[in-house]
């Protein structure tokens, strides 16, 4: 195969023709030096391959954001190492609880799909591993059908439901939990592979305390050569005010140190989603998902919220690890536009209390819709729950509380008629765009100490050079004439069409800026 570079040796039964590996016939076990083995790199050379074979090649990357074509030729029981700490595997393992494996999948890639299956299977003791449901949420791909019937037929431990209709992730989610009959629910996304020993800890914990949700370490696999790279730095989880996203934060950054033995559970404010366990009837008592959410977005917060709230915790384990296709993008895309924000909106109106109105505040003024959502205030009533006050307090005091913004909204210029937009949450640097209205990456606070921030990054300047800083904020002066001048460097804010910089005060209309106060009665 001229198209790959290959550090290890070929796999003795594959076609030497490119054009016979995107349909490989998967074996049973591992080659004992096939590609990928170990999470090593598989690299491929488009311009190396025949037409043919180049063609399945794009159109298997722009079908999936990742490279399918590798996916194809990496054996779906590769072996992967232990990642985790040395003192993990002296750990003994008592629980009697068994697992029900909860996949939901829509359109995924057929060998990644059973490349997730075999993982499970092949790294799961079988007396803790009861099933495994697979939930086929509408798929059209002809794969996805009888052929995948056929296969999971051999694998009596695999059975396949389907939704019949688009569901999305939580109400297919939803479709598995009814069906599922072991004591723990392990909820897996369709594009993931485990490491040795990352069942037992999860379960372990469930047993010592059945309120605590756990989740495994997730280590990326990457989306272009499938390797694995296992992350050194322990992050858990927090989230965005702004349609309140998850983020991680490093456990260096949190305020409260948690206790550090190599194996302890880390304390974590929100979960990832993808990847956690959970008792069923904890998780029934809690009222399972809000299936008034509409296809994704949101869930994970929601059940962390009320995991805390309601007397549990969510929890960070060092000793299990999964791996995880992060895609360059979402290959997914929604019936429905918005559902992101309104799932956020009822998560938010139904256990954020007066918070919510810092939701609404960075998501711009548009209205919106949630449904009904009596049954779940009920719900919340009925638990006797703690309020989000309690939780900011307690569970995450590291998140900054915009209860000082002297401003908030868009930073509007007036000789372009732009608005100060900070990229995305991966950007280090601020840029000038056109106004939008919808908040976003265009929500800016002043603070009452001048910093300016959008809930995550603050404008900072040095060496002369505007960016953005998580961790801190320049000091700015909001003049009479418009102008923000900034303290340390005695320069001012200045607008080009698509570019910020800091300038020499002068009195340019570039340097002109219209901030929206906060009305007194909104700052708490």
Known sequence: MGGLHQPLKNIGNWSNDPDDVMYPQFVAESPPHGRGEYGLPVTVFPNHLSAKTNQSFDEGLKKNNFNQFVGDIVSVTRRLPDPGPPQCRSLSHQSRHRASVIMCFHNEA???????VHSIINRSPPHL??????????SDLDHLGAALEKYMSGLSIVKILRTGQREGLTRARLLGYKHATASVLVFLDSHIECFP??????????????????YPKIESIKPDTLSVEPHVPLSVGTFSWANLIFRWIGIHELRTKPARSQTAPIKSATMPGGLFAISRAYFTLLGAYDPGLDYWGGE?????FKVWMCNGSVELLPCSHVGHIFHHNNPIHWPTPGSVRRNAARVAEVWMDD???????????????????????????????????????NVLPELPVPTDCLTVGEIRNAAYNNCIDSMGRHSLLPDMFTCTGKGYNQFWCMRDNGQIWNYHQHLYVKDGNVSLNLRQGSSWTYTQNGQLHEKISGLCLQAGKKTLTIQPCSGETSQVWTLTARPPNQRH
């Open 300 to 304: 994970n917060i929601e059940l962390s």
């Open 129 to 138: 591993l009861q099933e495994i449901i697979l939930v086929d949420d509408a």
């Open 197 to 214: 020993g990352w069942l037992e800890p999860l379960l372990d914990r469930i047993a010592e305390n059945p309120h605590a949700v756990p």
């Open 110 to 116: 057929w060998s990644t799909l059973l490349r997730s």
């Open 355 to 393: 918070y919510k109105s810092f939701f609404y505040e960075t998501t711009g003024s548009d209205k919106v819709v949630v449904g009904d959502i009596s049954e779940r205030q009920e719900l919340r009533r009925s638990l006797n729950c703690q309020d989000f006050e309690w939780y900011l307090n």
